[in-house]
């Protein structure tokens, strides 16, 4: 095998290993659980990567509608998503499971829950190291009925990246190139053999890729310009809708039906063989209604039909709606199935008021998502690129995470 393939196979393996890791971990939510979600922050990017310290805001509603009682659980990993060594009390200042206090109900909504909320840290729990966690909800048989990937870091080495053109001419329109450099001047006694970046498209832990010597070593900087590794389709900004008002226009709707449901028909997605330059949020979204002043518990839920056209697809292989409302997994309640009546790709989703960006993809025969298979790539598309270091010091027993640093692909230089 040639050399520089040879490596292309070790970081690929690599890099598949560190994902299927963390996904076989992962237990998403079932049917009666809606709108799980767990951020740092409110609005509009969430994402749960968090300085120590930060409080991470974890919230989710029981469709069901009865109260029941429900716990956390908190979990260490090492930086390849493999149990950590360490007991709960060298992580965890107080208990690393507890029962979630904040409870309420719906208020003058079609659809009745239960609205659950709690933070990380609170005065029961504190995180005292940074790594890689799970946070588990349980419900009262100890059962994990979900759980959510954070990433807790420290500011001690600063990150500074940049996202440029790449240097190869067949991949100029359709990728992007992730540079970063990490500064080791005041860090002290940091061994950069040890130091293991990893690099996340628009804060998808999912789809980490990591990084493994740097390529200039100038003494108090480490600089990472891998022009393979660093390498990034660019793809195509997020489709997104509104649903904020059951009785007027919403962005992104082409119509709204029913009396006992309210049904929300998305306008058709078609072929993009032109980039479009419209704002997104990265695949997020924001709960909100204009029928109340309190989205948590005052915001109903509706069904949201979304709709592809035939022209747009591309490929034999099943279609998925994807987007960090569903935890970048679909699953079979995500899968497109063919309309005759209408003539699209459709299928329908119980989803909370609120803005949603979205998009559709296939999937790999390992499961992974295929993001190529319905939107072409385009360079000046706009992605948001977060470095973690990982370090893990000689004999040690466990990894930290020593900085982060991002960067906005738009306007490439």
Not at 174 to 184: D, E, G, K, R, S
Not at 203 to 224: H, I, Q, S, V
Not at 240 to 258: E, K, T
Request: one cysteine or more; aromatic letters at 16%; proline letters at 6%.
């Amino acid at each position: 095998m040639p050399f520089k393939k040879k490596l292309f196979f070790i970081w690929f393996a690599g890099m598949q290993i560190l994902q299927s890791q963390l996904n076989g971990l992962m237990v998403y939510p079932p049917e009666y659980i809606g709108t799980a979600m767990a951020s740092v922050n409110d609005y509009p990017y969430k994402h749960t990567i968090a300085r120590i310290g930060q409080p991470v805001f974890i919230s989710f509603d029981d469709l069901e509608g009865d109260e029941k009682t429900y716990y956390y659980r908190i979990k260490r990993f090492d930086e390849n998503w493999k149990p950590s060594s360490l007991v709960p009390s060298e992580y965890i200042d107080g208990f690393d499971s507890d029962m979630i206090q904040q409870a309420e109900n719906s208020v003058a909504t079609l659809y009745s829950y239960t609205h659950y909320t709690f933070q990380i840290p609170n005065p029961q729990t504190r995180i005292k190291l940074s790594g890689n966690y799970l946070i588990e909800i349980l419900n009262e048989d100890d059962e994990t009925v979900f759980n959510f990937p954070v990433v807790f870091y420290e500011n001690v080495l600063p990150v500074s990246v940049k996202v440029q053109y790449p240097q190869q001419v067949d991949k100029l329109k359709t990728h992007q190139w992730v540079t970063f450099t990490v500064h080791t001047g005041n860090a002290g006694r940091i061994q950069n053999a040890y130091l293991k970046p990893v690099v996340l498209k628009n804060e998808n832990l999912l789809e980490a890729r990591r990084f493994e010597l740097p390529t200039f070593d100038a003494g108090n900087k480490l600089e990472y310009r891998d022009p393979e590794r660093g390498l990034f389709w660019g793809g195509n900004e997020f489709l997104s809708f509104q649903s904020r008002d059951l009785r007027g226009y919403n962005p992104g709707v082409d119509s709204i039906r029913g009396k006992e449901d309210y049904y929300f028909y998305l306008r058709p997605a078609y072929y993009f063989s032109q980039y479009s330059d419209y704002r997104d949020i990265d695949g997020s979204f924001i709960i909100d209604t204009k029928q109340g002043s309190e989205p948590g518990v005052e915001a109903d839920y509706v069904q949201v039909v979304f709709r592809l056209h035939p022209d747009a697809v591309k490929t034999d292989e099943p279609l998925y709606v994807t987007g960090r409302f569903n935890h970048w997994h679909p699953d079979e309640r995500h899968r497109l199935t063919y309309n005759k009546l209408t003539g699209f790709y459709e299928t329908t989703l119980l989803l909370k008021q609120g803005h949603y960006d979205y998009f559709y993809v296939g999937k790999n025969p390992d499961g992974s998502i295929n993001w190529k298979c319905v939107s072409p790539g385009f360079s000046q598309t706009e992605n948001r690129y977060t470095v973690l270091i990982y370090y893990k010091e000689p004999g040690g027993r466990y990894t930290r995470v020593l900085g982060m640093g991002q960067a906005v692909s738009k306007p490439l230089r």
